[in-house]
């Protein structure tokens, strides 16, 4: 497996895994599915902050990091997305998708990563925590999917 930044030739194996994710589960609470041509926009966007993990052609996961909130104040503090396919998981993929990030992060002067998880995914917030991550605040209801309110556990490491 390597870990390599994402090319636009990435972005239909992305969507592919990315979508079921968005349409079946409350990982996230979007219910918005993602185009290729919107992964190609983010990939160029988020440049090297944007990391796949690859085995024998097949992507295993991604990774990608961006600014949490606007403003020049928050510029050090960075929120990230780890999505893995069913086949990744429990294989160490998680684990070399954040260490990469979190590299990248740290050769571009980010101080905080902050991860916002589903109060319904507990694999997520175990793996967080696994790796150094600590639970900084829960808000409860603030998301909405499937006609049921839903948690946001917030999640942070300082790099």
């Known amino acids: 497996m390597i870990i390599r930044p994402a090319t636009a030739a990435d972005a239909a194996r992305i969507v592919a895994l990315w979508n079921p994710v968005i349409r079946d589960t409350t990982i996230t609470f979007s219910s918005e599915e993602k185009t290729v041509d919107g992964i190609k926009a983010d990939i160029?966007?988020?440049g090297g902050a944007f990391m796949v993990a690859e085995d024998a052609g097949t992507?295993?996961?991604?990774a990608r990091y961006g600014q949490f909130r606007g403003g020049p104040g928050y510029?050090?503090?960075q929120e990230h997305t780890?999505?893995?396919a069913p086949e990744g998981r429990g294989q160490g993929v998680g684990r070399a998708l954040m260490s990469?990030?979190?590299d990248h992060g740290r050769q571009?002067?980010?101080?905080?990563m902050v991860a916002g998880v589903s109060g319904e995914n507990a694999a997520g917030i175990a793996f967080h925590k696994a790796v150094g991550?600590?639970?900084t605040g829960e808000m409860p209801e603030v998301g909405y999917k499937f006609g049921r309110w839903l948690d946001l556990v917030l999640l942070q490491k300082i790099l």
């Open 44 to 46: 160029a966007a988020y």
């Open 59 to 62: 992507i295993l996961g991604f």
């Open 75 to 77: 510029r050090y503090s």
């Open 82 to 84: 780890i999505i893995l």
């Open 100 to 102: 990469a990030i979190e």
């Open 108 to 112: 571009n002067g980010v101080h905080v």
């Open 133 to 135: 991550y600590v639970v």
